[in-house]
């Protein structure tokens, strides 16, 4: 059974799990499916998707009208949306942005281009969970495919688990869509669930490192 966050008239938050597909895979039922059947759902409309690695929010309207305002929110980047991950890299800047065109590379891959004529924005702060360990929030002003896992790989800190992007095999790819805010009908939602899968996500480290994080829209980020 899928988590539901929240629900209400307009719109379903959900919590998607890492693994699972957003959509129907050679039969096998995706997010998008389980969540209108849970819900004996006619009519509900995918507003956005995470990659079936990622584990975390996703939102999903329950009216046409609620469907164009929320897709409009996301096409013109006013929907607030905040990851959590982590590499076992250093990367090459504690913080800072990464912005630039993405190109398709081998086997499914993305990588960044030094062009930007419709560049990925991604905003990232850090800090060490362990030795060995490093704490990523991300702040994507873009939807692009792969946008975060690319931007971490291009500051040499590929997300741990993301073994496309040549980072160190683990118990799952460590990229999680922690906060996410919009509005509907002139009304503010905000909307945060920490990770429940994932040995060093659930180290008592993480809650201590993210102690400073817990209100993302609040902090001071990289202009991207």
Known sequence: MVSIVHLSDDFVVVYKPAGCDFHDDHGTPGLFSRVRAQ???SELYPVHRLDK???GLVVMARSASVNRE???QFREARVEKYYLAISAKKPTKKQGAVIGDMAPARRGAWRLTRSTNNPARTAFLSTSL???LRL???KPFTGKTHQLRVALKSVGAPILGDTNY???PADRVYLHAYQLSFSVA???YCFNRLPDVGEHFLRPEFSVA???WAHPEQLTWPRA
């Open 166 to 168: 040549a980072a160190e």
């Open 136 to 138: 990523f929030l991300l």
């Open 186 to 188: 002139g009304h503010i």
């Open 130 to 132: 362990v030795p060995g």
């Open 70 to 72: 929320l897709c409009e």
């Open 53 to 55: 690695v990622t584990s």
């Open 39 to 41: 819900l004996g759902e």
């Open 210 to 212: 993210l102690a400073g």
